[in-house]
């Protein structure tokens, strides 16, 4: 059995494997190389424990071909995959620059400067969907600030990590007992595993919306418990916008909370939906409503 705690230095097919950049739910994530070629590239490696099975196997194999077939300008690509020994894995480009996590911690968004992020990920999220794919995990780990060219200003948006997409219409590559997402951001249908859609994604990018313009999510717990945070998404409703700041424009918040409805079927329609309601309604805000901070919290 291939030992994935040992990776670095050694070889995945043609890719050389360099230093760990970060640990997930479901494997680990490289730097990498192919000899010859001077194009910087990550590899996620899955644990070998979801490899084990015959049929994840094939799932995985049927299903990163779809997501290799992702074409966006703001969806960063799958370029290669395969197996080592009992690992799976994956080539993506490496993009340098932060995550919209990073940025939540040293700056505060306006209705403005949030559209700017907002717009691209919705768009990409819609061209996914319109593919009949979903991603499953939106959240500000998986925005990632780069730039377009590799070498300028960071920022162009990226959505990252479909390593817990789907196709629709195929079963999940998860085993029935896991919770897969992470809680401050999953839907109720999500949480209670229940079938997902396009709107799971919808009610996700929802919650990014109201952290990035709050500076809040609204559903946490003062212990980190993960179970306590994914009940209050199943049974509490999202506090209201203007109860947490007196002057968070009221148009805004109808947007946001119809995004964050618990029954899938009151949601957006669509993420190009979400879209052009946010935008709509952002043009009617007076200048100074647009970029102003309505952080609930310093």
């Known amino acids: 059995m291939t030992d994935e705690s040992s990776l670095t230095g050694g ?10 950049l970060a640990d997930g739910g479901m494997g680990s994530v490289y730097r990498t190389y192919k000899p010859g070629s001077n194009d910087p590239l990550v590899i996620k490696v899955l644990l070998p424990e979801y490899s084990d099975e015959e049929e994840f196997r094939k799932r995985f194999v049927r299903e990163v071909k779809v997501l290799s077939d992702l074409h966006h300008p703001n969806i960063i ?11 799976l894995y994956f080539v993506m480009p490496l993009i340098k620059g932060s995550s919209l996590n990073d940025l939540l911690h040293k700056q505060h968004f306006s209705p403005a400067t949030a559209w700017l992020i907002l717009d691209p990920i919705a768009q990409a999220l819609n061209y996914a969907h319109s593919l009949h794919i979903i991603h499953r995990d939106i959240k500000p780990h998986n925005i990632l600030l780069g730039s377009s060219d590799g070498k300028g200003l960071q920022t162009h948006p990226y959505l990252a990590d479909f390593g817990l997409s789907k196709p629709l219409d195929k079963s999940a590559m998860t085993k029935p007992s896991m919770m897969i997402g992470t809680p401050e951001y999953m839907a109720p249908e999500q949480v209670k595993a229940q079938p997902v859609t ?31 945070i994914a009940l209050k998404q199943v049974r509490e409703l999202p506090p209201y916008p203007t109860d947490l700041h007196s002057n968070f424009p009221l148009p805004l918040e109808y947007v946001i909370l119809r995004a964050l409805a618990k029954a899938p079927g009151e949601r957006y329609d669509s993420a190009e939906a979400f879209r052009q309601a946010y935008w709509e309604e952002l043009q009617n805000l007076t200048p100074e409503a647009r970029m102003a901070d309505y952080w609930t919290q310093s």
């Open 198 to 228: 396009h709107r799971t994604d919808i009610y996700a990018l929802g919650i990014v919306a109201f952290e990035m313009l709050l500076g809040t999510v609204p559903f946490s717990d003062s212990n980190g418990d993960s179970m306590a």
């Open 77 to 87: 690509p799958v370029h290669d995959y395969g197996q080592e020994g009992d690992l």
């Open 11 to 20: 070889q995945l097919g043609p890719y050389v494997v360099g230093n760990k």
